[in-house]
């Protein structure tokens, strides 16, 4: 599902339009401190509750306040865009999280199309439209309830034809297509970083309701821990899709990304919790980074992870399941490793204050956590998508 130029332009005001178009024309790293503190002032002078067009114009300059105190991963991913259009999902929230995932790809995929039909043609163009649309044939693939066997085909098909829900995809698109350089392949670095996103808060919430649903609902704790297990896998395929960016190629706009540091994510943090329990070698980086302080919290600390949740269970499908979510997850986490040591040269510092891949080769393995007591401890926080 794609958005023409047209639909957008009828969703937008001329001077949201045109706020766009600044933010894009030199990427907002480039902004002259004049255009900078225009946009700002446009954001934090809207009313504390916005709506209708407010609403839009808060959504494209959210990013760029300067009364909010918005850490740099935040103000670079623009998530607070994926939870305001989760909120439009308050009963179903895994589909609306699956549904914005086919929609940041599916925006990927047409940007380089376009760069291609342009005549930008990077080293790993054509195989990068490959794997992209290998990834989305995939995601439409999982399903989302077995029992009406409604698949996330059906869900963007539905929002082809839904204008509210139309809408909203073609807004999620349009205000978090925002680079810090005019450079093509931060493209497909950012929008790997979004999909991840959703992916995380994916598995978390599948994680939280498996363990809450096993002993009664067995079944249906079945459906989600596999379901779980898809999105797991999606996270692999998606990093199939970044490593189409070669080292040099992310050296060419890394610097434009400042502290921006996916250290920072609390979708993240929170999802190993969820799934393997408190991490204790982490204590020191949650206390030094201020909105990452809450995951150091009692009842955080003694959540119940799905490991411990699921370690003796007689259940065969349950245990099967375990078995290929942790499977996927260990993979993707030595993926990363194996990005962060290749991509970033020895002698360069990482952009969250760690050590690059030493930090993160640090937490590969799940043997140090700590698993709590307390199988609702943390929540209803461990079961939100997060941001700052």
């Known amino acids: 599902m794609t958005v023409a130029t047209s639909t957008i332009d009828a969703l937008l005001t001329p001077r949201q339009q045109e706020a766009a178009a600044l933010q894009r024309m030199r990427g907002r790293a480039g902004l002259e401190p004049a255009e900078a503190a225009s946009l700002a002032a446009l954001h934090d002078a809207l009313p504390p509750t916005a709506t209708g067009t407010d609403e839009v114009t808060r959504l494209l300059t959210r990013s760029v306040s300067r009364e909010l105190e918005i850490p740099e991963y935040y103000r670079y991913t623009c998530l607070h865009v994926y ?29 380089e199309r376009e760069a291609r039909r342009a005549g930008i043609r990077p080293e790993c163009g054509d195989e990068r439209i490959e794997r992209l649309d290998e990834t989305l044939a995939a995601v439409r693939a999982v399903v989302v309830d077995p029992l009406l066997r409604i698949g996330v085909g059906d869900l963007v098909d539905r929002a082809a034809v839904d204008p509210q829900l139309g809408r909203r995809t073609a807004l999620l698109a349009e205000c978090t297509r925002f680079p810090r350089s005019t450079v093509h392949e931060e493209n497909v670095f950012l929008r790997s970083v979004q999909s991840c996103e959703n992916l995380f808060f994916l598995v978390r919430r599948l994680a939280v309701e498996v363990a809450a649903t096993k002993d009664e609902f067995p079944a249906r704790a079945g459906t989600r821990l596999e379901l779980a297990g898809a999105c797991a896998r999606l996270l692999g395929d998606v990093f199939h899709v970044l490593l189409t960016l070669t080292p040099k190629g992310f050296m060419t706009f890394r610097n434009y990304t400042g502290a921006a540091s996916a250290v920072q994510s609390l979708n993240y943090h929170a999802m190993e919790i969820s799934v393997y329990g408190y991490d204790p070698r982490k204590a020191e980086v949650f206390g030094s980074v201020e909105h990452l302080q809450m995951l150091n919290a009692p009842e955080i600390r003694d959540h119940q992870p799905l490991s411990a949740v699921l370690a003796d269970t007689g259940n065969a499908r349950l245990a099967a399941g375990w078995h290929e979510l942790d499977r996927a997850l260990s993979k993707w986490r030595g993926g990363h490793y194996r990005f962060a040591r290749n991509y970033l040269p020895s002698d360069t510092p990482a952009s969250g204050g760690t050590d690059g891949a030493a930090y993160v080769k640090r937490f590969v393995k799940k043997d140090a956590c700590v698993a709590g007591s307390d199988p609702f401890g943390g929540l209803p926080l461990l079961s939100g998508f997060l941001y700052r």
């Open 83 to 111: 939870g305001w259009f989760l909120d439009l999902f308050p009963d179903d929230p895994v589909a609306g999280a699956l549904l914005a995932l086919h929609t940041t790809l599916t925006d990927l995929a047409e940007v």
